[in-house]
């Protein structure tokens, strides 16, 4: 790594070799953004870097845009950019990829680095804005080379190795959980799709028709103003259909008129019968009964 910070050889570092091997230190900063840069390294590539940003950030100022915050987490590991309040990892800056780190001399809030993107292998210069912290932030990053560094000497190069394979498979797991992330909501689109469609295939304002209840004798009760249609009993039988009544006169198989005492009247007899039958009928208001006789009409027998 190419260092643009001078240390004295009697300087010692802020902090434990424990605290940047076995945890991490974290720091609160502006995050200016990233830009492309043609080289891994110089502090003209990265003034330019740094102009570039800061004119950038000066117009989306202006249009009432904040500089969002972010949370560094530096280790032998790496350095990690998060969001400060769901620890969602933005990015993830690999150490051996980091080529350069420096603070600006002329801006002692804004600090920067150089480091190669693991998947378009172009390298990107991030800048920070840290009120007070902006040369310890670089000088903690030296001290994390510092350490890394000894304990590749100390492993022959087997923990470089080592933190490769973590850190693929660290970005393999990010990789996976976005992709999983991306099927539960297309699942849930798809859900919800199905559920518009079907409530739309449904005829609107449709009543579902319950069959009546049966009483004991599996019947259905009978009433005059439902109307009959062959509604299945619990035995899986229809009930017979009711006769409809006809308006025309029905006959008896010798086509003749069944007799109906409440519809006759004075003119559906004979004119000898009537007579005998208004004789007796002024006789039975004068007195007359009918005691010890027998009334027979056989005289008139030829109508039967």
């Known amino acids: 790594m190419n260092r643009a910070f001078s240390r ?3 300087k010692t570092w802020m902090h434990t070799p424990e605290a940047l091997s076995k945890h991490y230190i974290p720091y609160n900063a502006k995050f200016l953004g990233s830009t492309e840069v043609e080289q891994p390294k110089g502090t003209e590539v990265v003034r330019d870097a740094v102009r570039k ?3 950038a950030r000066h117009i989306k100022k202006s249009e009432g845009q904040k500089i969002p915050k972010v949370e560094l987490q530096i280790s032998i590991y790496g350095v990690k950019i998060l969001e400060p309040k769901t620890k969602e990892v933005q990015h993830n800056c690999q150490l051996h990829r980091i080529s350069f780190c420096a603070d600006d001399k002329t801006d002692k809030r804004i600090f920067t680095f150089i480091c190669k993107d693991s998947e ?4 990107l210069c991030y800048v920070f804005d840290s009120e007070k912290c902006a040369e310890e932030i670089t000088l903690t990053i030296g001290q994390a080379f510092d350490l890394a560094y000894r304990k590749f000497l100390e492993s022959g190069g087997k923990d470089v190795e080592t933190r490769k394979q973590i850190a693929g498979m660290q970005k393999r797991i990010q990789d996976l959980e976005t992709e ?3 099927l539960k909501n297309k699942v849930q689109d798809l859900e919800n799709r199905l559920r518009i469609t079907h409530v739309s295939s449904s005829p609107a304002g449709s009543v579902t028709v319950k069959s009546p209840s049966t009483d004991i004798f ?3 009760p009978f009433s005059p103003i439902s109307q009959q249609s062959p509604t299945p009993t619990r035995n899986g039988t229809q009930l017979p259909p009711v006769p409809s009544r006809s308006a025309e006169i029905k006959r008896d198989l010798f086509g003749a008129e069944p007799f109906d005492p409440f519809n006759c009247g004075a003119g559906d007899f004979p004119p000898d019968i009537q007579s005998k ?3 007796m009928q002024e006789g039975f208001k004068m007195g007359l009964t009918l ?6 009409l056989d005289p008139l027998d030829s109508r039967c």
């Open 8 to 10: 004295k050889k009697d």
């Open 53 to 55: 940003l800061k004119f």
């Open 120 to 123: 378009s292998n172009k390298h």
């Open 180 to 182: 999983n992330m991306e």
């Open 218 to 220: 599996d019947m259905v």
């Open 277 to 279: 039958l208004d004789e």
């Open 291 to 296: 005691e010890g006789t027998v009334f027979c």
